[in-house]
């Protein structure tokens, strides 16, 4: 048994559970045969440097550091090793992207649709409304699509599983509009490139500032629904994210953060002077 707790088996078991499996190839190849109980911090942080060499600490991190230290931590809840607690790399705060807000989704979509990009704008409206990566949503076929029951599934491009997402009224209406059809993909797109190409166009007719598919979807989702009210881990679950660290670090943004606290602050005192 001590023979097949290697770090391949530890992988495998590790997206066969739900763990991302975008950066694992290369780990696989680099420590695939290792037993768990072998690899070491200082092994797994000098691979990084090997690996990447001219990469900076963040992407080392999130390439190598990250989903190697998931992977042996996996291993240790199957009672294969101890605990892994690898440092990360020093790396400088990345200033968080600004998502899409309201005003910005509407006259991108009002554009979308003085254009005759139906499609697009639908699509737009998918990512922002359900946390949908751009490569899941342009993936979603017409059986896929549930109108009367308001829902879509998903197949999440990073760990291979079916996602329920569930679709507001308009962006039902929006889809139906798209006359989805079985085998037929429902926003027509077969690449995020090209997504990304069409979105900086209308960004432009309309006078607005470039935001990426994925700063229209899963930031500007994050952030629409944390300050809607709804809890961190009901957004996560909304939107299928697996870590918290990312989450919070990544795409969560608050929008007047210090004004909604002092109302906050002051419907309580208030409260109290009854």
Request: net charge positive.
């Amino acid at each position: 048994m001590e023979q097949e707790r290697t770090f391949k088996a530890a992988a495998d078991s590790y997206v066969q559970h739900g763990g991302e499996q975008r950066y694992l190839s290369p780990l696989v190849a680099r420590f695939g045969a290792e037993l768990v109980t072998a690899i070491t911090p200082l092994q797994v942080r000098n691979a990084a440097i090997d690996m990447l060499p001219n990469a900076a600490p963040s992407t080392r991190n999130r390439q190598i550091i990250t989903p190697t230290r998931a992977v042996l931590y996996h291993a240790h809840d199957l009672g294969w090793r101890l605990p892994a607690r690898i440092r990360l790399f020093p790396a400088p705060k990345q200033r968080k992207t600004v998502p899409a807000n309201r005003r910005w989704l509407e006259r991108f979509v009002d554009q979308c649709d003085a254009d005759g990009l139906k499609h697009l704008a639908a699509l737009a409206l998918m990512m922002n409304l359900t946390g949908a990566r751009v490569s899941e949503a342009i993936a979603l076929e017409g059986q896929d699509v549930d109108l009367r029951q308001r829902t879509a599934m998903l197949v999440k491009t990073k760990t291979d599983v079916m996602s329920l997402r569930y679709l507001p009224d308009h962006l039902v209406e929006r889809i139906r509009e798209l006359d989805p059809r079985p085998g037929v993909r429902v926003f027509r797109y077969t690449s995020r490139f090209s997504v990304n190409e069409r979105i900086a166009a209308v960004c432009r007719r309309a006078g607005l500032p470039y935001k990426s598919s994925h700063t229209v979807g899963r930031h500007a989702f994050a952030t629409n629904a944390l300050n809607a009210g709804v809890s961190v881990r009901v957004a996560m679950d909304a939107g299928g994210w697996k870590s918290s660290t990312i989450f919070l670090e990544t795409y969560a943004h608050s929008l007047n953060a210090g004004r909604t606290v002092m109302d906050r602050f002051n419907a309580i005192h208030q409260q109290d002077q009854c």
